[in-house]
């Protein structure tokens, strides 16, 4: 993909498993960004043939780099986007980095519980915003604690009754004795533009936007 007369583009992408995944995206559409998945302390690489630059970012960050205007476009998981609500223009759904949002708890407290009596309840999770919309609009009052880490250890040490939590398989909760009990939301990475870019690099963005489109339908 060439330049438009000095323009560059910047991508903000997430550490981690949708890195690979992302990169693997790209790589179809000819931005080769293979350099980023073996230098995992450069945080910045150029493709100044293509006009491109990448920055690599934790993946909570991406939605903040992009509305701010530091990146023009990035890649962003659904869980992100929804529990920050940030700004942005949202033109496809790339559909990498598949997970589920679920709530769970001990195995042993399912037997005897049941979900459609509840009303208040604690639950640890990263994602607070999330988890209060989804308990509110059952009617369920619920007790938050923020967590950023280790989020099976809440219930079995006693901080919290359930967690929210994102699963890809559900081993990790089985390993710590803990039951999915329901899910809230299927979760994939979207593409995410700057509101701004859209008038001021409106051919670069379209182009790349179309490309990944094109990519993500031939590869489902």
Sequence with gaps: MKGTKGQTLTIALPKGRILKEAAGLF??????????????????????????????LRSQDVPT????????????????????????YEPLDLGIGYCRMVVAEPGEMLKK???????HIRVATKYPNITLRH???????????????????APL?????????????????????????????????RLVVN?????????????MVERLSKAVSESS
């Design 27 to 56: 790589n179809s559409v000819g931005v080769n960004i293979s350099s980023a998945l073996k230098d995992h302390r450069r945080l910045i690489f150029e493709k100044k043939k293509q006009g491109l630059r990448f920055m690599i």
């Design 65 to 88: 780099y992009v509305e701010y205007g530091a990146a023009d476009m990035g890649v962003a998981g659904s869980d992100v986007l929804a529990e920050e609500k940030k700004d942005l």
């Design 113 to 119: 519980d049941n979900p459609r009596h509840w009303t």
């Design 135 to 153: 308990f509110l609009e059952k009617g369920i009052q619920v007790e938050l604690i923020k967590l950023y880490g280790s989020i099976e250890l």
């Design 157 to 189: 040490l006693g901080l919290s009754e359930r967690v929210v939590d994102l699963v890809q398989t559900g081993e990790t909760l089985k390993k710590n004795g803990l039951v999915e009990v329901e899910t809230i939301m299927d979760v994939t990475s």
């Design 195 to 207: 509101r701004a870019s859209l008038k001021t690099k409106p051919t670069r963005v379209k182009q």
